[in-house]
Every structure is written in C-alpha cells, then in structure tokens.
C-alpha cells in the first residue's frame, strides 16, 4: 500500500512501518492495546495526539487505500482502483469481465 501512494505522489500522506519483532512503540503511545498485528493506525497531521483511527477492516490494499483516504486530515482524490498500476488495470477489467462471463454461463445453466 505504501509503495501505491508513492506511486500516485500524495505529498500530504506519509506511510510509516514500524517492526515490533525487537522494539516496541513508546508505551505511552498505547499503540499496542488491540492485541493483535498488523496494527495500522492513523496519526492526523493536524493534531498526533490521542485517540487515534484504527484499521479494523479486510486486510486489502484497495480497502486500505480508501480507509487512509476517509480518514486523512488533509483531503486528497484517488483514482479508480487505486491499488493497481495503470499497467494493469486493462488486465484486471479483463479478469473480471471473464469471471462474470463465467458466472452468467453457469446461472444460466442453473435456470434449465
């Protein structure tokens, strides 16, 4: 995800990773209560103090991607399936023309 918003030049978002395995945040941050990883949490630019957002959604980029976009201090447009490089796009559109190709195939088979 962080590698797409780079890609797409927002210069108001900054991605951060932090690797818990040998360091863990400043406890008074309170990062650390949900119990469970990956954490991914929102620090307003505005203001870092608590509370802060916290992702609890399915663990795609795309989904990701519109959390961040929904909960960003500082508003900034996504293209339409933002997950995806421009290059793939076209392949993506095709899968899924395919797949509801297929699926129309096999209702309609069910109807008979």
């Known amino acids: 995800m962080a590698e797409r918003f780079h890609d ?3 210069p108001t978002l900054l991605i951060a990773r ?3 395995t040998d360091e863990a945040p400043p406890a008074d ?3 650390m209560s949900t119990g469970s990883l990956p954490i991914v949490v929102m620090l307003s ?3 870092k103090r608590p509370p802060w957002t916290f992702y609890s959604g399915v663990g795609k980029i795309q989904p990701l991607m519109k959390w961040v976009q929904e ?3 500082r508003r900034f447009e996504l293209p ?3 997950h995806l490089k421009e290059s793939d796009k076209d392949l993506y559109r095709k899968q899924v023309r395919v797949y509801l ?4 195939v096999y209702w309609e088979g069910k109807g008979s």
């Open 71 to 73: 909960h960003s201090s």
């Open 8 to 10: 797409l030049n927002i």
């Open 45 to 47: 630019a505005d203001d």
């Open 18 to 20: 932090m690797d818990v």
């Open 101 to 104: 190709r297929t699926f129309l």
């Open 80 to 82: 339409d399936l933002p």
């Open 29 to 31: 941050l309170n990062l």
